[in-house]
């Protein structure tokens, strides 16, 4: 299993519907979780960071399912500009490099 | 607050070249990480600053050299410039923890 894998996308959804992306991990020692957005051409900036089971902020929730392996990230009542690319991240062991997923490509429609 | 900075915004080189790329962190932060981004592909860790020493390094090969200086700033080196160099160059910035800033990237085309 590659160290970190995510949907691979993408996913084409109207404004208010309901999403959600998995992401899963090889390194059962991980302890914390990332996602970051990207948008086209710019730089991945952090959206929410997942330490426990999970995490929730407005529209978006972060969950971790350890006994699996994988963190998957809910948005909620789709925005147009929620459309991105959504990088789930995971650091291997305490302060070391973070590994990136590919990335899930998000267009939510009109 | 100013956020973590890149200089150049845009580079184009032949290959052969050497190029050096520039990154102011966060204030506060003292830990740089360089990253290499293929389009439609996610960042590939490159290394780690802190404190003036490279911490730890990504599976990329020599010409990729750096430094860190006093102020935290940091620069990335790369020699001998190929073809599939050609990427977006990121820096990102943190205190010694997991959350990484990144800044806006120097795209580097290498013809």
């Known amino acids: 299993r590659k160290e970190v894998e995510q949907d691979p996308g993408p996913f084409n959804v109207p404004e208010g519907a309901t999403v959600a992306f998995n992401c899963t991990y090889s390194?059962?020692?991980?302890?914390?979780f990332f996602w970051y957005r990207q948008d086209c051409r710019k730089e991945p900036k952090l959206l929410m960071s997942v330490y426990s089971s999970g995490n929730e902020d407005g529209r978006f929730t972060a969950q971790l399912n350890r006994a699996s392996q994988y963190i998957s990230l809910l948005i909620r009542d789709s925005k147009l500009s929620d459309s991105a690319t959504y990088l789930c991240?995971?650091?291997?062991?305490?302060?070391?490099?973070?590994?990136f997923g590919k990335g899930t490509r998000l267009s939510v429609i009109a | 607050d100013a956020g973590v900075t890149q200089s150049p915004t845009h580079l184009i080189k032949t290959r052969g070249q050497q190029v050096t790329l520039r990154c102011s962190p966060k204030s506060g932060h003292d830990t740089v990480s360089w990253y290499q981004q293929a389009l439609g592909q996610g960042p590939q860790f490159i290394f780690q600053y802190y404190e003036e020493e490279e911490r730890q390094r990504g599976n990329f090969p020599d010409r990729f050299s750096g430094h860190q200086f006093p102020n935290y700033s940091s620069e990335l080196n790369v020699n001998a410039l190929l073809l599939g160099d050609s990427a977006l160059y990121l820096c990102?910035?943190?205190?010694?923890?997991?959350?990484?800033?990144f800044g806006p990237g120097t795209r580097l085309t290498v013809t």
């Open positions: 390194n059962s020692a991980s302890q914390s």
């Open positions: 991240v995971v650091p291997p062991l305490g302060n070391t490099p973070l590994v």
């Open positions: 990102a910035s943190s205190r010694r923890a997991y959350e990484q800033y």
